[in-house]
């Protein structure tokens, strides 16, 4: 009986291939095909990693990669497609480069569809490559590639990618690789989609197909802001008593923290982060964030990178949809960012219009270090505008001190309860990793690790999570991104997100990404739940039937037995939070040995406070 031998897929380890490393040299051979010029652009642009669901459409370029590329990218084996489009979604957000998901023809690209989505409403760069036909008829195998083509394939994500293409020929494979590249990179960014004919990739191909110059300038320059605008934003500010600083997207740029904080300083503004990516330190004595009364006497708002500048500037009553806004009508408002850039004919991602009073169509990431340049020319040598500010930073820290003691206060409430209360389990995680290099990667633990933790760098944590059936994906490619420096990457991981998708469990395992995991286990979908509760509030139906359809016990998952069917180190579950820190320890030896570690911690269903 003839056998194969099996080869390994692990990742290799840092000192081989990191995010900034060369590509190995490509495998020359007697005979060249259509895929090989796909791996040649993959080369070429540095894409280190690709995160896929096999595929026999794509099976050229398969061959191509593993042999002919010498597995760069390195693949990575997932077993669903959103699963490998939130890899590389979280890959993005975390390292600010692009990684690539391949999703095989139509129903590989069907399956991905809300991933894509999301990708794009958190604007994440993502090189999906797809595959198709073969579009020539006299090519396609009978019955299986007929019901995996359509014509534009493409169309099924165009809604919701900045571009996708399909070239006819091996020879506009380079120019459309380029372009698609330039246009996922150029800001605001976002997933692109390229589909490849399957014939294509399997053709050999019979002449040489040039690249595109590699001293060419793949991603254009950043949107400046208009000179005038920005001095006119300057007069506005320093005439202001009371700015508010509203960030959402700013710190997609690390070097962007840092200017935050020097613009701050210089206004001596309260910094209000909506968290779509960590903007501002947490311990900054000007940070507000989550302190909504900090706009009830605000004269001027200045957005920078604001998209959903309404969710947090207004009350909500849930049960009527009616809306309250905190911040006065008499207030101005600044805009700089990319505004209608990014507005989409489809998707309603684009929220509310911002009916601002200045409006700067710009790349915070060149708007935020000149404007402060500015403030510091306007306020130096003015005693009087000078004091204003000392006295506006000194009242705004007082504020800030207020909240995080207060916060604190808070977290004590039902310390000893079992199960734990979910501020009781983030002084648990905080306790032992503080000391630690750590990443917090999505979920926020309802917001107490903002409270309680020191977010002091601005690669402690990619942004705020999105929907359920997202965050492990996403937690697993901001693991990838960190794992060649060697930190300690955290998840909070609700227990309902992991059941959308508990075979990636596996992907960590096998590609030897190591990552702390700490079940948010509630048994339920909780945040379902309390819809219910408020419906049956307004209703005056039962509240003792509000849980139907929403909790996840009877039976409960056991995520620790699950994780170690996969290969993790796995203990649980864990209800008492005086058992959570020794746990934590064990936990991080093995995660410091490169072998991923979950713990299945039990809390409450909603720790609440009584006014």
């Not at 600083?245 to 740029?253: D, K, N, S």
């Not at 049960?319 to 805009?335: N, Y």
């Not at 630690?436 to 309802?446: G, I």
């Not at 596996?506 to 590609?511: L, S």
Request: aromatic content about 8%; proline content about 8%.
């Amino acid at each position: 009986m003839n056998t194969l031998a099996k080869p390994t897929e692990v990742l290799p380890p840092a000192d081989e291939i990191g995010n900034d490393a060369p590509p190995p040299a490509v495998v020359p051979s007697a005979q060249r095909w259509g895929s090989d010029v796909i791996v040649d652009l993959l080369h070429q642009y540095k894409m280190p990693y690709a995160a896929l669901n096999p595929g026999a459409s794509y099976r050229g370029l398969h061959d191509s990669i593993v042999n002919y590329g010498d597995n760069y990218p390195r693949m990575m084996l997932c077993q669903h497609e959103e699963t490998a489009v939130q890899i590389a979604h979280g890959y993005a957000k975390a390292s600010g480069k692009p990684m690539v998901a391949i999703l095989h023809n139509l129903v590989g690209l069907l399956h991905a569809n809300m991933a894509v989505y999301y990708a794009y409403v958190d604007r994440a760069p993502i090189f999906i490559v797809g595959a198709t036909g073969p579009m020539d008829e006299s090519k396609r195998r009978p019955h299986i590639d007929w019901i995996h083509t359509a014509n534009v394939q493409g169309q099924a994500v165009r809604d919701y990618t900045k571009w996708d293409y399909q070239p006819h020929t091996v020879d506009g494979v380079p120019e459309s690789f380029a372009r698609a590249y330039g246009v996922m990179m150029t800001e605001p960014q976002g997933p692109i989609y390229m589909c490849y004919d399957a014939w294509l990739q399997e053709k050999p191909l019979e002449h040489d197909v040039p690249l595109p110059p590699p001293e060419a300038m793949a991603v254009p320059t950043p949107m400046a802001p208009d000179p005038a605008a920005l001095r006119k934003a300057v007069d506005m500010l320093v005439q202001a008593e009371r700015p508010v600083i509203l960030v959402e997207y700013a710190g997609r740029h690390h070097p962007s923290f840092q200017a935050l904080i020097e613009l701050a300083e210089t206004l001596g503004a309260p910094v209000f982060d909506i968290n779509a990516r960590l903007n501002f330190p947490s311990r900054h004595p000007l940070n507000m964030s989550m302190v909504k009364d900090v706009f009830r006497d605000t004269d001027l708002m200045l957005c920078l990178d604001v998209r959903d500048w309404e969710k947090p500037t207004t009350e909500l009553v849930s049960t009527t949809r009616e809306l309250g806004d905190l911040v006065p009508a008499s207030a101005k408002w600044i805009d700089i960012g990319f505004s209608d850039v990014e507005l989409s004919s489809w998707a309603m991602d684009y929220q509310r219009l911002l009916h601002a009073d200045l409006r700067i169509l710009a790349d915070t990431a060149v708007a935020i270090p000149a404007l402060t340049d500015l403030l510091r020319e306007r306020i130096g040598g003015q005693t009087d505008l000078a004091g204003r500010i000392a006295r506006r930073s000194k009242d705004t820290a007082g504020k800030h001190h207020a909240a995080r003691a207060k916060w604190q206060e808070q977290a004590r409430r039902d310390w000893d309860a079992s199960p734990m209360t979910a501020p009781r389990l983030a002084s648990e995680i905080w306790e032992v990793i503080q000391h630690e290099d750590w990443v917090l990667t999505a979920n926020t633990l309802e917001d107490w690790t903002r409270k309680l933790w020191d977010f002091d760098k601005p690669y402690r944590h990619p942004g705020k999570s999105l929907g359920t059936a997202t965050q492990f994906g996403i937690s697993l490619g901001v693991a990838l991104a960190h794992r060649d420096h060697g930190r300690l990457v955290v998840d909070i991981q609700p227990d309902g997100d992991l059941m959308f998708d508990a075979g990636a469990l596996w992907v960590a395992a096998k590609h030897r990404i190591p990552m702390l995991v700490v079940m948010y286990n509630n048994r339920a979908y909780y945040n379902d739940w309390e819809h219910q509760v408020r419906m049956a509030k307004h209703r005056g139906t039962a509240l003792d039937r509000a849980h139907i359809g929403m909790d996840m016990d009877d039976p409960a998952p056991d995520f620790a037995t699950l994780a170690r069917s996969m290969g993790w180190h796995a203990e649980g579950p864990i209800e008492r939070a005086e058992d959570v820190g020794p746990a934590l320890r064990r936990a991080i030896e093995q995660v410091k040995a490169g072998k991923p570690a979950l713990l299945d911690t039990i809390t409450q269903k909603r720790f609440e406070f009584k006014s």
